[in-house]
């Protein structure tokens, strides 16, 4: 499996659902850099499980432990690893359904390709529970990112019909991106965030599920990072937002909804701000030709609805051959995305710390 990504900064994420622990490896980071492990564990708790009636019942309280990489706090340039406990695992929901794939998991293609061997408790290294790794190793990142003066931030931006405002493309700043991410529920309105959990409980009461989307916002990130064509910020933003589970969809600035617009309203004019180069507005979302302008960054990652549902549904019995149904017990996420908002700012920050690392200090 490969589980790894970036090029100066790279990462690896390791374990299963119900293995003894997850983990990441990050290698490449610049020495010299004060890791302020209680902001980590701020960070890891916005995505950690069973904080609130719309998550999962699973309740890890997913405390890093750092095996390598730091010197009294400070990275000192071998690779820094950590691990994270799985504690609350219940194992034997998965018994009844081992030759049977859920519907929309990873279930029947991994089966086919590792051969029956995979690991199926709670999803094995498919599972939501690898994004604790992603987020511990975006929680460094984020700190070596402001440093630099660069502030990463996201917020729910909808679930179902449910709409938050979006954040103001041109103008957001750092501090609004810290506020939104202060909140249990990451919206910045808050009679839509009333709206949103209503989507959550109408689903959850059903038994069933419901997805959305998660928009990301980087502030501070310098004009001219990127490389054109294949190896740019759009390019290494999608390509490792669309490694987060069940993540189906990324646009950058106005996105899709671009395709439906005149050039005279999507260009986005320049003006010169105490010297700097500005956009009125910024519908290019901080990237044109896969080059940062130095606006604000803006990407949208779509979730679909979580796999793990309670309702009877088709499937078949991969050891008798015949098709069959499942119903899905155990515990989980009625919406993946509240929780996966850290997720998207972790990997985002990650990316970004790649593209401006050298491959030294
Ligand atoms: C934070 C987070 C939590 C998740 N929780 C669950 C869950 O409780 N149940 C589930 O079936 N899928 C959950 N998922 C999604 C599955 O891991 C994912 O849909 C599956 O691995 C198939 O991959 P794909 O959807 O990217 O194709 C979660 C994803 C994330 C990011």
Same mark, same amino acid.
Not at 101 to 120: C, E, L, M, Q, W
Not at 187 to 206: C, G, N, P, T, Y
């Given at each position: #499996?490969?589980?790894?990504?970036?090029?100066?900064?790279?990462?690896?994420?390791?374990?299963?659902?119900?293995?003894?622990?997850?983990?990441?490896?990050?290698?490449?980071?610049?020495?010299?850099?004060?890791?302020?492990?209680?902001?980590?564990?701020?960070?890891?708790?916005?995505?950690?499980?069973?904080?609130?009636?719309?998550?999962?019942?699973?309740?890890?309280?997913?405390?890093?432990?750092?095996?390598?990489?730091?010197?009294?706090?400070?990275?000192?340039?071998?690779?820094?690893?950590?691990?994270?406990?799985?504690?609350?695992?219940?194992?034997?929901?998965?018994?009844?359904?081992?030759?049977?794939?859920?519907?929309?998991?990873?279930?029947?293609?991994?089966?086919?390709?590792?051969?029956?061997?995979?690991?199926?408790?709670?999803?094995?290294?498919?599972?939501?529970?690898?994004?604790?790794?992603?987020?511990?190793?975006?929680?460094?990142?984020?700190?070596?990112?402001?440093?630099?003066?660069?502030?990463?931030?996201?917020?729910?931006?909808?679930?179902?019909?449910?709409?938050?405002?979006?954040?103001?493309?041109?103008?957001?700043?750092?501090?609004?991106?810290?506020?939104?991410?202060?909140?249990?529920?990451?919206?910045?309105?808050?009679?839509?965030?009333?709206?949103?959990?209503?989507?959550?409980?109408?689903?959850?009461?059903?038994?069933?599920?419901?997805?959305?989307?998660?928009?990301?916002?980087?502030?501070?990130?310098?004009?001219?990072?990127?490389?054109? #064509?294949?190896?740019?910020?759009?390019?290494?933003?999608?390509?490792?937002?669309?490694?987060?589970?069940?993540?189906?969809?990324?646009?950058?600035?106005?996105?899709?909804?671009?395709?439906?617009?005149?050039?005279?309203?999507?260009?986005?004019?320049?003006?010169?701000?105490?010297?700097?180069?500005?956009?009125?507005?910024?519908?290019?979302?901080?990237?044109?030709?896969?080059?940062?302008?130095? #606006?604000?960054?803006?990407?949208?990652?779509?979730?679909?609805?979580?796999?793990?549902?309670?309702?009877?549904?088709?499937?078949?019995?991969?050891?008798?051959?015949?098709?069959?149904?499942?119903?899905?017990?155990?515990?989980?996420?009625?919406?993946?995305?509240?929780?996966?908002?850290?997720?998207?700012?972790?990997?985002?920050?990650?990316?970004?710390?790649?593209?401006?690392?050298?491959?030294?200090?």
């Amino acid at each position: #499996m490969s589980s790894e990504f970036g090029q100066h900064i790279k990462v690896t994420v390791f374990g299963q659902s119900h293995s003894d622990a997850v983990g990441a490896v990050i290698d490449g980071l610049p020495a010299g850099e004060t890791i302020d492990s209680q902001k980590v564990q701020e960070f890891m708790n916005r995505r950690a499980p069973g904080k609130s009636e719309y998550t999962t019942r699973r309740n890890e309280p997913d405390e890093p432990v750092v095996l390598s990489g730091l010197l009294d706090g400070v990275t000192c340039g071998a690779p820094l690893c950590a691990i994270i406990e799985n504690k609350d695992v219940r194992s034997k929901d998965y018994d009844k359904i081992r030759n049977i794939p859920r519907p929309s998991h990873s279930d029947y293609p991994a089966y086919i390709k590792y051969k029956g061997f995979t690991d199926v408790r709670g999803g094995g290294h498919f599972s939501g529970r690898l994004t604790a790794p992603l987020c511990f190793a975006g929680a460094v990142c984020k700190q070596i990112l402001e440093r630099r003066g660069v502030f990463v931030g996201a917020h729910i931006a909808s679930i179902g019909a449910a709409e938050d405002e979006p954040f103001g493309p041109a103008h957001i700043s750092a501090e609004e991106l810290a506020a939104v991410g202060k909140k249990e529920f990451p919206a910045v309105s808050e009679s839509s965030a009333v709206l949103m959990k209503k989507e959550i409980a109408a689903a959850a009461e059903k038994k069933d599920s419901v997805g959305g989307i998660v928009e990301c916002c980087a502030v501070g990130l310098p004009a001219g990072i990127g490389e054109p #064509m294949f190896d740019g910020l759009e390019n290494r933003l999608a390509s490792a937002i669309f490694g987060i589970p069940a993540v189906k969809g990324v646009e950058f600035g106005s996105g899709f909804a671009a395709a439906k617009m005149r050039g005279s309203e999507n260009n986005d004019p320049y003006y010169f701000e105490d010297g700097k180069v500005k956009t009125l507005t910024n519908n290019h979302g901080g990237i044109i030709g896969e080059i940062s302008t130095g #606006m604000p960054l803006i990407l949208r990652a779509a979730f679909k609805p979580t796999p793990s549902i309670g309702i009877e549904q088709n499937s078949v019995d991969l050891a008798e051959k015949v098709n069959s149904t499942i119903t899905i017990t155990g515990r989980h996420d009625p919406c993946i995305v509240p929780r996966a908002v850290p997720v998207v700012e972790a990997v985002t920050a990650i990316v970004l710390l790649d593209l401006l690392t050298n491959g030294g200090n």
